[in-house]
Nanobody, 119 residues
Framework: QVQLVESGGGLVQAGDSLRLSCAAS????????MGWFRQAPGKEREFVAAIDLSGRNTNYADSVQGRFVLSRNIAKNTIYLQMNSLKPEDTAVYYC????????????WGQGTQVTVSS
């Protein structure tokens, strides 16, 4: 079992930066690939970024590539999503997620944190 706790959301203006954090707890948290998804009002949840167990490999949605940076502190079982050059279309509830490295489905989710970008 893995518990995920997010923090760092808020209200910012277009062009600003924001950093989200997600702390994972549980005996085997280090065996989980972690990532971020987001869901805007009236839209389906979409993938944002993910990072592997080592923290050296990441992948991003095209919409955030070059603006968002995902990193991982293995000792703290925490991931950080640095969001730069934010746009109004980045407004959404951001969810941290985790999946065991031997599976393909994310089945652990955080409670979500609101990010609002004003124009």
């Amino acid at each position: 079992q893995v518990q995920l706790v997010e923090s760092g959301g808020g209200l910012v203006q277009a062009g600003d930066s924001l950093r989200l954090s997600c702390a994972a707890s549980g005996r085997t948290a280090s065996n989980f690939i972690m990532g971020w998804f987001r869901q805007a009002p009236g839209k389906e949840r979409e993938f944002v970024a993910a990072i592997d167990l080592s923290g050296r490999n990441t992948n991003y949605a095209d919409s955030v590539q070059g603006r968002f940076v995902l990193s991982r502190n293995i000792a703290k079982n925490t991931i950080y999503l640095q969001m730069n050059s934010l746009k109004p279309e980045d407004t959404a509830v951001y969810y941290c997620a985790a999946r065991h490295f031997q599976t393909t489905e994310y089945n652990y989710w955080g409670q979500g944190t609101q990010v609002t970008v004003s124009s």
